[in-house]
């Protein structure tokens, strides 16, 4: 996340259909001069040779940013058989090949049923995960090659959408944490010829789906009232919370931190509500007190 104070005050999430070639940081600052807007992150990084969905996140709407990567993903990769690199991808160097075998539905259908449901999966080099306070990616670039240790995901679905001789196009949904390139790897493997991914497009994130994306050509196209009509309110990311009404003292207290009393049948984490405002979310206490633990200020000039 970045900020600045030259520019404007803008709430709000924009969905961006990022193009082949460019880093997210790049994507996020392109569309950020457009609405000249002060703060800005995005939730989740594409590599370069990836494109689809990135949720682009500016002002207030930054506060959740943090909350949408533990979002669901799904994504379409197409994998190149037979190749293996030391990025996971084919922007990187090939440091072996393998004949592909001849395989058949059957051979990849048995093949993915065993990626299908919850599996361990070794994050690549080359990811921002961190050992020891250095980036793995950054160790990888200076040769050195570190252990890392197996984490726990979930891979709802595999979809086979085509196959060839040597590449196979997949459709998979994945809980938060997944690697498409390490997925892709470690399915080349059980093939006997290795892998590496070759495309990879975002479809979804969470709620959002690339359906409702811009392209950074629509957005620059369009003017300044477009653009802001674009932005998705902030709040929209925490519809599965429970919202809350507060009256007009009730509001006035809780957005000077303090607790209220508030009987309720429920605890845990709520969103909070006077009128159609969102002020923020709060959280049910055990003793029967609301208090507020992040507060949003959308009303910023």
């Known amino acids: 996340m970045s900020k600045r104070t030259s520019g404007l005050n803008v709430h709000g999430i924009i969905l961006l259909d990022k193009r082949l070639g460019v880093s997210s940081n790049k994507a996020l600052q392109e569309v950020r001069r457009l609405f000249n807007a002060n703060k800005a ?32 993903k799904r994504y379409q990769v197409l994998i190149q058989l037979g190749v293996m690199t030391d990025t996971g991808d084919l922007e990187g160097e090939v440091i072996a090949t393998k004949p592909v075998p001849e395989l058949t539905l059957v051979d990849i259908t048995a093949c993915l049923a065993k990626f299908t449901g919850a599996i361990d999966q ?74 590496t ?3 990879l497009r975002r479809l979804q994130a969470g709620q959002f789906s690339l359906d409702d994306a811009y392209t950074i050509e629509q957005l620059t196209a369009m003017s300044a009232t477009e653009l802001s009509d674009c932005l998705i309110a902030a709040d929209k990311p925490l519809a599965a919370i429970p919202a809350l009404q507060l009256s007009e003292d009730q509001a006035l207290r809780i957005n000077y931190g303090q607790t209220i009393d508030w009987q309720d049948n429920f605890l845990g984490a709520v969103r909070l509500y006077r009128d159609h405002d969102f002020l923020g ?3 049910i206490l055990l003793d029967g007190k609301l208090a507020p633990t992040r507060l949003f200020n959308l009303n910023k000039p």
């Open 41 to 72: 992150g995005h939730t989740g990084s594409l590599d370069p040779l990836a494109t689809g969905l990135l949720p682009l996140c500016f002002g207030e709407a930054t506060k959740v940013s943090g909350m949408m990567l533990d979002d669901d």
């Open 122 to 195: 070794v994050p690549p080099m080359y990811s921002a995960l961190k050992q020891n306070g250095k980036k793995l990616y950054e160790l990888a670039r200076a040769g050195i090659t570190v252990e890392r240790k197996a984490r726990r995901i979930t891979i709802y679905d595999i979809k086979l959408l085509a196959f060839s001789d040597d590449e196979l196009s997949l459709e998979v949904s994945c809980s938060k944490g997944t690697y498409i390139r390490s997925l892709a790897e470690d399915i080349g493997h059980d093939l006997g010829c290795g892998g």
């Open 197 to 199: 991914v070759k495309a």
């Open 281 to 283: 979310l709060g959280e």
